[in-house]
């Protein structure tokens, strides 16, 4: 191995000549050497600055607090110990294709770039920077003014890998193609005004199992963790931390695999606390994004991917990516801010849970296709109180074994579930619970819910639409109002329909196809779509399991608001018939009263009793033997038969005036013993005794004599006939008095 003296060295630096060994040997530069290079007058050296290649560094080079003012490039060198570079002020740095056994430059100054590219890097250096840790390279408090250049590094460590506290950096970080670390990437604070590169990087064997570290940094262009153009993925085994980081351009992860191993413990970042039970393969929480956040190709993340409270443009992930986190979350976006939407492509699959609790999304929140599975808690969809201003569009989307769920959610425009396959048995497969929807609600054209739908006191601007969805457990609208109707055709008949309170404005429906445990009670609606036969109304109220007398009321409003009297009649009716009744005396009388009038709307029916009753006790009236029974009475007490005077209580001769006849029976006076008591009247005298609403002196004047033949049955008969009469008069106008209110 030749050894190089510090005249040949000097001498290639003034003629800006790289230092090479001769062919076929080996070159060995004491580092002593190399610093007295950096502490000479900058004016004997050529721009080009010191440049050594292929030589074994000898000793440790310590250029601790140095300034200096030219480039310094080590190519394929070996460095016997490490690099001692705290506090150095350098104009460039490019350790190329070295084999460096630890790099110490906490508070290191490099004026253009610092360049550790296909060079390998190892050791577990500590310094008073971290009492706990040890890391390959130090960083902490530097400043680059240009680049940080790391491709196809390698950086091995037993702690971390590099750890750059509050490192800032002028130009991009790229750790690109083959960069490897083999430990944690700690860059807590970094300010860089450019990107941050990790094209086709590969971060493993991280410590506490965080791989890359970038809380509270700052960054002022893109982050890249994609595959190069060989195809090379970009693998992460461990937790990438991004809490509370700024970053100015967008994010972009592609064909990316990312496995949180070892990671179940909560996550904690500043200012905020997890307590979820698995691991999280991006913890971002306070994550600011000026531009797009973009997940492509075919990633493969086996951790959750936390964005709580943090601000996007928006967020995009492609069909071919998977998120696996069983019984965790796969996607968090609690209390987030997404200025645009969030759109998960058609086909992208998801084991765990996407939350949105409190998040505002000013655009759409597109779900269609997805696939969701293994949630957490039982909710593969939380949304509990978020704001999306454009529409929720879960059509065809699939989930198993968990709740699909915004409820208090606002939602401004429709929410599009059709043909979506919603699955969690015994449980809740859609809530809607106390949401305001400010389109239309679309359950339709082949939605399915294996688990109750819940709307309860959901107000939706547009209609609700179940036409050819089935609802395998049913329905719950409990005080839920849509503006634009309600379409009520399911493809099958669940088995239970909850609408208490509810209103809408047109009903259309199927009313053969109603579920019998159906509850309709305050169910307001102002008219039906095109079922109007009043049979199928009833037959469909008749088809509730409990008895409620507002369903009722309000099909018979809905007919004589819409010019359907008669129909509304025959509604409220049989709800008199189905009125639960107490007493056998109750039950009677309200039989009779249907019997008869119809509950008061067919009064024409007594009419007709009362006219054919008329017409038997006048056809009675009629016949001698009913007249012989019949007597008046003057007010002296002279007896009278409907014929003339029967029994005189005094003598009299007849007066000239004839107000007296003699007691004889013959010769008889007239009928109205000539003038003494008012004429008998059959006709009139029907009247008197059958309506006694009338009075025309008739029944007052004559009656049945008991002690004649015949006299008691006739008394019997014509009171019966005054009270039925009675009876029947009395219904007719209470009757009348019942139609002239209102229904």
């Not at 004997?44 to 440790?60: F, K, M």
């Not at 430059?105 to 060079?119: C, I, K, M, T, Y």
């Not at 509730?544 to 507002?550: P, R, T």
């Not at 017409?615 to 003057?634: G, N, S």
Request: proline letters at 5%.
């Amino acid at each position: 191995m030749t050894a190089l003296g510090e005249a040949a060295l000097l001498r290639a630096c003034r003629d800006g000549q790289p230092v090479r060994a001769p062919d076929g040997e080996r070159l060995s530069v004491a580092a002593a050497l190399v610093r007295k290079v950096c502490r000479r007058d900058p004016a004997e050296i050529d721009p080009r600055g010191l440049v050594i290649e292929g030589a074994r560094i000898t000793g440790g080079l310590d250029l601790t607090g140095m300034a200096v003012p030219f480039p310094l490039r080590f190519v394929g060198c070996v460095f016997d110990e490490p690099l001692d570079l705290d506090g150095a002020d350098l104009h460039l740095l490019a350790l190329d294709g070295c084999t460096v056994p630890g790099l110490l430059a906490n508070g290191l100054r490099v004026r253009r770039d610092l360049d550790l590219s296909r060079s390998r890097i190892t050791g577990d250096l500590r310094t008073p920077a971290s009492t706990s840790s040890t890391a390959a390279v130090w960083l902490c408090e530097s400043e680059i003014g240009g680049r940080l250049l790391c491709l196809d590094t390698l950086i091995e460590s037993g702690g971390r890998a590099i750890q750059a506290d509050r490192i800032s950096v002028g130009g991009t970080i790229r750790l690109l193609h083959r960069f490897e670390a083999r430990g944690a990437l700690r860059l807590i604070g970094a300010r860089v005004q450019g990107s941050l590169d990790l094209t086709g990087a590969s971060l493993t064997r991280p410590q506490q199992d965080l791989a890359l570290d970038l809380g509270d940094a700052e960054i002022g262009g893109s982050v890249f963790l994609i595959d190069d153009q060989t195809g090379r993925r970009p693998l992460v085994r461990g937790r990438i931390d991004l809490g509370n980081t700024r970053i100015s351009g967008h994010v972009l992860i592609r064909n990316a695999t990312i496995d949180p191993i070892d990671s179940t413990g909560p996550v904690t970042g500043p200012a905020y606390s997890s307590g979820r039970s698995t691991g999280t393969a991006i913890s971002a929480p306070g994550l600011a994004v000026g531009g797009p956040l973009g997940i492509e190709g075919e990633c493969r993340i086996s951790g959750g991917v936390d964005l709580s409270m943090g601000s996007f443009s928006t967020i995009q992930i492609s069909r071919e990516s998977t998120f696996t986190v069983p019984g965790g979350r796969a996607l968090d976006l609690t209390n987030a801010e997404l200025r645009s939407g969030l759109l998960i492509e058609e086909g992208a699959a998801f084991e765990g849970t996407l939350r949105l609790a409190g998040a505002h999304v000013r655009g759409d929140l597109t779900l269609k296709g997805t696939l969701w599975s293994h949630p957490e808690d039982r909710s593969v969809i939380s949304a509990q109180g978020a704001v999306i201003d454009g529409m929720v569009n879960l059509r065809e989307a699939e989930t198993d074994g968990g709740r699909v769920g915004f409820r208090a959610a606002t939602v401004g425009g429709v929410v599009n579930a059709r043909r979506a396959r919603l699955r969690n048995p015994g449980g809740e497969a859609l809530s809607l619970e106390q949401a305001l929807i400010r389109g239309p609600i679309l359950l339709s054209a082949g939605f399915t819910a294996d688990g109750v739908v819940m709307l309860n006191r959901c107000a939706a601007e547009g209609r609700l639409d179940c036409d050819g969805g089935t609802f395998t457990a049913g329905i719950k609208a409990v005080s839920a109002s849509t503006r634009e109707g309600m379409r009520l055709r399911w493809a099958e008949v669940p088995p239970r329909v909850d609408l208490t309170g509810a209103s809408t404005t047109v009903l259309a429906d199927d009313p053969t196809r109603w579920p019998a445990d159906t509850s309709i009670s305050g169910f307001v609606y102002d008219r039906f779509d095109d079922a109007w036969d009043w049979r199928q109304r009833r037959d469909w109220l008749r088809s509730m399991a409990s008895y409620d007398a507002s369903p009722y009321e309000q099909a018979a409003r809905t007919f004589r608001q819409h010019g359907r009297p008669v129909e509304a009649e025959h509604l409220l009716m049989e709800l008199r018939r189905r009125a639960p009744r107490r007493g056998w005396v109750r039950s009677a009388r309200d039989a009779l009263y249907g019997l008869t009038v119809g509950y008061g709307y067919r009064p024409g029916r007594v009419l007709w009793l009362l006219g054919a009753l008329l017409v038997l006790v006048y056809a009675m009236l009629l016949t001698p033997a009913v007249q012989e029974t019949l007597r008046a009475t003057d007010p002296r007490g002279n007896v009278y038969a409907a014929d003339g005077r029967l029994v005189t209580v005094e003598a009299a001769e007849p007066a000239d005036d004839a107000t007296v006849t003699k007691s004889a029976r013959s010769p008889r006076p007239d009928e109205c013993g000539d003038g003494q008591v008012r004429c008998f009247d059959p006709l009139f005298y029907t009247v008197d005794t059958v309506i006694p609403l009338l009075s025309l002196g008739q029944r007052a004047t004559w009656y049945p004599e008991t002690h004649t033949s015949g006299g008691t049955l006739v008394s019997v008969l014509l009171n019966l006939s005054g009270l039925l009469g009675w009876l029947l008069s009395t219904v007719v106008v209470l009757s009348f008095a019942r139609l002239a209110r209102p229904a």
